[in-house]
T-cell receptor, first 112, second 115 residues
Framework: KNEVEQSPQNLTAQEGEFITINCSYSVGISALHWLQQHPGGGIVSLFM?????KKHGRLIATINIQEKHSSLHITASHPRDSAVYICAVTAVWGGGADGLTFGKGTHLIIQP | DVKVTQSSRYLVKRTGEKVFLECVQDMDHENMFWYRQDPGLGLRLIYF???????EKGDIPEGYSVSREKKERFSLILESASTNQTSMYLCASSLGGPGANYGYTFGSGTRLTVV
C-alpha cells in the first residue's frame, strides 16, 4: 500500500510570497493529483500529472517519478489561496478501478 | 457544469439508526467512490464501484455497505449508525477503463453527526 507524505503540515505566509508544498510517495503510481479544499467546502481537483510539469495561472505542479516526489508551487500568493492542499496518488493500474491514496494535507494560511 | 451532488450537507442521526447517504453524478462516469475525512487521518476510501451493481471494499468498509443500481447514483449505507461514524463523507467520480488516468470530481461533502 502506498504511503503519501506531505510537508509542511501547516504553513503561514505573507501575501505575495512564493509557496512550496511537497509530497512524496513510497511505491510506483500511475498518476498524482493535487487537490484544494476550502473550509467547510468540497474538494476541487487542481492538477493530475504523471510526468513533468503543469501550470495553471499562479499554480505550478511538478513531479519527479524517479525520486517519487512532487511539489505544488503558488506564485504571488493571495489570501484567497488559503485552503488545505492535498496530494493524492493513483496506484499503478491493477485491472480494476482504484481509489486515491491521500496525504494528510497542508493547511495554508496567507495573511494580508 | 458537470458535477457530483450529495443529497445532504449536514445530517444528525441517532445511534442505531439506518442512514442513507446519496450521491448523484451527471457526467456518465463509470467509477464512483465514497470517502470519509477525519482530522489527523485525512481521507480514507470506504467503498468504490466501477460499474452498475459492482462494488469493491476500500480501506475501511466495516460498518458500511453501498448500492449502485443506476450508473449515476451511488449510495452509502450505515446499517446501524454509531458515534465513531461521525465524520465528513465525500463522494467522488471519475471516468473508467483499463490503464486510464482521469481526474476526479468531488461532491461538496456530507457532515454526519451521530448522537
Amino acid at each position: 500500500k502506498n504511503e503519501v507524505e506531505q510537508s509542511p503540515q501547516n504553513l503561514t505566509a505573507q501575501e505575495g510570497e512564493f509557496i512550496t508544498i511537497n509530497c512524496s510517495y513510497s511505491v510506483g503510481i500511475s498518476a498524482l493529483h493535487w487537490l484544494q479544499q476550502h473550509p467547510g467546502g468540497g474538494i476541487v481537483s487542481l492538477f493530475m500529472l504523471s510526468s513533468g510539469k503543469k501550470k495553471h495561472g499562479r499554480l505550478i505542479a511538478t513531479i519527479n517519478i524517479q525520486e517519487k516526489h512532487s511539489s505544488l508551487h503558488i506564485t504571488a500568493s493571495h489570501p484567497r489561496d488559503s485552503a488545505v492542499y492535498i496530494c493524492a496518488v493513483t496506484a499503478v493500474w491493477g485491472g480494476g478501478a482504484d481509489g486515491l491514496t491521500f496525504g494528510k494535507g497542508t493547511h495554508l494560511i496567507i495573511q494580508p | 457544469d458537470v458535477k457530483v451532488t450529495q443529497s445532504s450537507r449536514y445530517l444528525v442521526k441517532r445511534t442505531g439508526e439506518k442512514v442513507f447517504l446519496e450521491c448523484v453524478q451527471d457526467m456518465d462516469h463509470e467509477n464512483m467512490f465514497w470517502y470519509r475525512q477525519d482530522p489527523g487521518l485525512g481521507l480514507r476510501l470506504i467503498y468504490f464501484s466501477y460499474d452498475v451493481k459492482m462494488k469493491e471494499k476500500g480501506d475501511i468498509p466495516e460498518g458500511y455497505s453501498v448500492s449502485r443500481e443506476k450508473k449515476e447514483r451511488f449510495s452509502l449505507i450505515l446499517e446501524s449508525a454509531s458515534t465513531n461514524q461521525t465524520s465528513m463523507y465525500l463522494c467522488a467520480s471519475s471516468l473508467g477503463g483499463p490503464g486510464a488516468n482521469y481526474g476526479y470530481t468531488f461532491g461538496s461533502g456530507t457532515r454526519l453527526t451521530v448522537v
